[in-house]
């Protein structure tokens, strides 16, 4: 299969997936998102392939969904032509997004380690919670430069399990030191080493029986699940497809008239004012 | 009871219980399960005591569950004289019940780590309340290498998803300081402040009022099984049988542990197990 939006390699018994649409710091549009499961599922089914690793083209980990798209970014035929979509249709798009994609992430059988640099944030974020391991440059970023662009629930119900569930949402300035000390990452490392520290720990977890990387991977999982996991899987995105129902204040920055008003890119550069 | 690889110390209210095979490094054969599990029962019935604090005499803390072959009928893993699945689930219950029994004690529980502690060693640092650690101490859980988990739940709830996954699925080794970060360990220590601290602890809840400090331990416990931990208990250690029926090292390509330590002996084994995650920092 040919990729248009990711690069799919495999070597020896590391499989890598660099998601490619760099120019735009790598958005999780829907298109995106089906080349990598695509992706992962090849690795699956190859006997020879231990780890997958997951990292981004260019400057950037991953932007998160497409901002230039959100709230609009469901099929919805002519009735509804400028019109705001009914709540069913924004949860039945958020619940793809769970069981399709972040779920499909988090119980894949194999192990996953996220490389992340650059911008890591909203979905992308969203993305390296769902892998096993992440390593990332101390200077990657998990916030939006400026100010918020727009704020809906997270997705992520691993999101209520990390301590920086506060932080995050209000906003707090978050580089990769910070990220590791809140736990959102496993390890922060200068930029220039990133790669070698990915490639040393997956060369190591790929010399490890596969039954036994997945029993023990799955046995975590089920921890998080009788703590609740499961339940808040099918909760935490009601929230999220509510949020983009959200009514703005007119004394609010409001990102859906903005944009509509001068375009995505506009509206995303008068949030960065300087500090 | 008289032991044999446990010392059993009494001192007012409390009572010191040393794993006692330093030449072993605190391996946990089927001997000293059975005695830990009496030493265990005995300072639970004692009325005069309050704490408890587990330590090991010699270089190590403990290595974990006995591998060697010898004397291991119940804590080695060997699927080829133990195929039957009874027998397998018979078996990992009971080398579990002691740490489980650990974890639910009635009394104040305090682990008082040095050297190495490792797989089943973090098991019983972790289910104790308190621990202290040498910072130099050693921690690793390096059943993924051997085509085995973990019977422990509490990796998640100590330390984290993401910390567990990693310590879990890399089976690299840490040292205390890097314990006391992430979660493992209550506090790490210089090695000459070690024994102090753990007594000073015991005598801090020798001074508090047991019952109370009794209620507060059970009400932690019910708020902790109430979040799946007693769940956990039982997943993990049917998980472990899996593991061990899954007859790890018999695929082609993968190391076989049980073959190599019967060639070549215990040491040669582990060495062979462990050298090519050096190449990576492992």
């Known amino acids: 299969m040919s990729y248009e939006f990711i690069i799919y390699e495999k070597e020896g018994k590391i499989a890598r997936i660099t998601m490619n649409v760099p120019k735009k710091h790598n958005p999780l549009g829907k298109p995106m998102m089906r080349e990598i499961v695509a992706a992962m599922e090849d690795a699956a089914e190859d006997r020879e392939i231990k780890v997958v690793v997951i990292k981004g083209a260019g400057k950037s980990f991953s932007s998160g969904h497409d901002i230039p798209k959100i709230g609009m970014d469901i099929e919805l035929g002519p009735e509804y032509a400028g019109k705001r979509p009914p709540a069913k249709l924004l949860i ?44 990332a440059a101390e200077d990657s970023q998990f916030k939006p430069k400026g100010d918020t662009i727009v704020t809906i629930a997270s997705y992520m119900p691993a999101d209520t399990w990390s301590t920086a569930f506060g932080p995050r949402h209000l906003g707090v300035k978050m580089d990769g030191k910070i990220a590791e000390k809140w736990g959102i990452v496993n390890k922060a490392v200068p930029l220039e080493q990133l790669e070698e520290e990915v490639e040393k720990m997956a060369r190591a977890v790929a010399l490890m029986p596969d039954d036994s990387l997945n029993m023990n991977k799955k046995c975590l999982n089920s921890m998080m699940e009788f703590d609740g996991l499961e339940a808040a899987w099918n909760t935490t995105h009601i929230a999220h497809a509510m949020g983009t129902h959200q009514r703005i204040r007119s004394d609010e920055f409001n990102i859906f008239k903005t944009r509509a008003d001068q375009g995505a890119s506009a509206a995303i550069k008068s949030r960065q004012r300087k500090r | 009871m008289s032991f044999e690889n446990i010392i059993y110390e009494k001192r007012k209210e409390v ?24 030493a265990l029962d005995q300072a639970e019935a004692d009325t005069d005591v309050t704490a408890i604090i587990i330590k090991g005499t010699g270089r190590a803390f403990c290595s974990g569950y006995d591998v060697s072959g010898e004397g291991t009928a119940e804590t080695d893993f060997d699927f080829r004289t133990q195929s039957d699945v009874n027998t397998l689930f018979r078996k990992q219950r009971r080398r579990q019940e002691s ?166 002996g215990l040491k040669a084994a582990l060495e062979e197990m462990n050298a090519p995650y050096r190449r990576y920092g492992y």
């Open chain 1, 92 to 135: 039945e798009r958020d619940e793809w997004l769970k069981e399709e994609f972040y779920q499909y992430v988090y119980t894949y059988a194999k192990p996953t380690i996220a490389q992340v640099h650059g911008y890591c944030i909203y979905g992308g974020n969203n993305f390296q919670l769902c892998c096993d391991i992440t390593i």
């Open chain 2, 99 to 264: 740490i489980f029994k650990l974890a639910r004690y009635s009394k104040s529980t305090i682990a008082q780590v040095h050297g190495n502690c490792v797989e089943m060693g973090c098991s019983l640092v972790m289910a104790c309340d308190i621990s202290f650690a040498d910072e130099n101490a050693q921690f690793c859980e390096p059943s993924v290498r051997m085509g085995l988990t973990t019977d422990m739940p509490l990796w998640y709830h100590l330390i984290g998803v993401r910390n567990a996954k990693e310590m879990l699925l890399t089976g690299k080794t840490i040292d205390g300081r890097e314990a006391e970060r992430i979660g493992i360990i209550t506090k790490a220590v210089p090695a000459d402040m070690l024994e102090q601290e753990a007594d000073e602890m015991a005598l801090t809840v020798s001074l508090t009022p047991f019952d109370g400090l009794t209620n507060n331990r059970e009400g932690f416990q019910m708020g902790a099984d109430a979040r799946g931990v007693a769940e956990g208990w039982r997943s993990s250690s049917d998980r472990r049988v899996f593991g061990i029926l899954q007859r790890p090292g018999s695929r082609a390509g993968e190391f076989d542990f049980l073959e190599t330590r019967d060639k070549k």
């Open chain 2, 15 to 38: 009572v010191r219980i040393s794993l006692n095979r330093p030449e072993k490094l605190n391996a946990m054969n089927d001997v000293m399960l059975e005695e830990f599990n009496a």
